[in-house]
């Protein structure tokens, strides 16, 4: 079994996959995140009802689940789907966005938590709140720096035996024994709705391309990201502007330049 894969590999292999996940994000997410994943390579499906999602989760290569605008018949289908993709043997990435802020959403979070999702994506506040600890987060935007999540996300990755994947300034990513910081980006990333929820899409691309390998899988995703982030931002004027050049550059990003600019450095 092949484990040596690069990131510039993963991307490669994803894009002729054209792997077919299963989002069930937020409203305000769906459309760019459709948009994100199609530049990427892969094929988007947002749905989420919960007449259709386990069925659905057991035809898909991977399945993501964001609860930024959560409702109980979100939640109904979030579990559905979550189950039949255990059931099935497919990843699952959970994106606890903001899970800290009411108790409903604490309370959803948890059940999701307890359903073990294969990666968990999230900003340092929400990390740091998801491993049991207090958080500087106020509402999607977090509060604390990547650095200061670290150790959490460490706790959180061997206690749920979960990838945790902390995304800001600098990514961490963990499996609770390995660790990697990964640079990139811009500033303007965060100043465009919903990027961060798109990259939870585009990293249940990746783990659908290596289901075995869901570490190696989240750096690429990751990477690729922070790769096409920081070119699009140097042609762009502002946020308006950055978003349509970011989608043609993740579009544009060989698998070769994603592997000859990644910064990636073992933690």
């Known amino acids: 079994m092949q484990t040596t894969e690069t990131p510039g590999q993963l991307l490669t292999a994803m894009r002729a996959k054209n792997p077919l996940v299963q989002n069930i994000t937020n409203f305000v997410a769906m459309n760019i995140a459709a948009n994100v994943m199609l530049a990427a390579g892969a094929s988007p499906a947002m749905v989420h009802t919960r007449e259709?999602?386990?069925?659905?989760?057991?035809?898909?290569?991977?399945?993501?689940?964001?609860?930024?605008?959560?409702?109980?018949?979100?939640?109904?289908?979030?579990?559905?789907?979550?189950?039949?993709?255990?059931?099935?043997?497919?990843?699952?990435?959970?994106?606890?966005?903001?899970?800290?802020?009411?108790?409903?959403?604490?309370?959803?979070?948890?059940?999701?938590?307890?359903?073990?999702p294969t990666i968990v994506r999230g900003n340092a506040s929400e990390i740091i709140a998801l491993a049991g600890s207090r958080s500087s987060g106020r509402g999607v935007d977090s509060g604390d720096p990547t650095y200061a999540a670290e150790g959490a996300a460490v706790a959180l990755a061997q206690q749920n035996g979960s990838i945790v994947a902390v995304t800001g300034e600098v990514d961490f990513v963990t499996d609770g024994r390995r660790s990697v910081r990964i640079m990139g980006g811009s500033a303007l990333m965060p100043r465009?709705?919903?990027?961060?929820?798109?990259?939870?899409?585009?990293?249940?691309?990746?783990?659908?391309?290596?289901?075995?390998?869901?570490?190696?899988?989240t750096v690429a995703a990751l990477a690729m990201f922070a790769v096409a982030g920081e070119e699009a931002a140097l042609a762009a004027a502002g946020p308006g502007s950055f978003s349509p050049l970011f989608l043609d550059?993740?579009?544009?990003?060989?698998?070769?330049?994603?592997d000859a600019k990644a910064r990636i450095v073992a933690a």
């Open 52 to 116: 259709e999602a386990g069925e659905f989760a057991r035809i898909a290569a991977a399945l993501t689940i964001n609860i930024g605008t959560l409702s109980p018949d979100f939640l109904a289908g979030m579990k559905e789907a979550a189950i039949a993709a255990t059931e099935a043997r497919r990843p699952w990435v959970l994106d606890p966005v903001a899970h800290f802020a009411t108790g409903y959403r604490r309370a959803a979070a948890a059940e999701l938590m307890e359903l073990k």
């Open 192 to 217: 465009v709705t919903a990027l961060g929820c798109s990259l939870t899409c585009v990293t249940g691309a990746f783990a659908a391309t290596a289901p075995d390998r869901p570490f190696e899988a």
């Open 249 to 258: 550059h993740l579009a544009a990003l060989t698998g070769e330049a994603l």
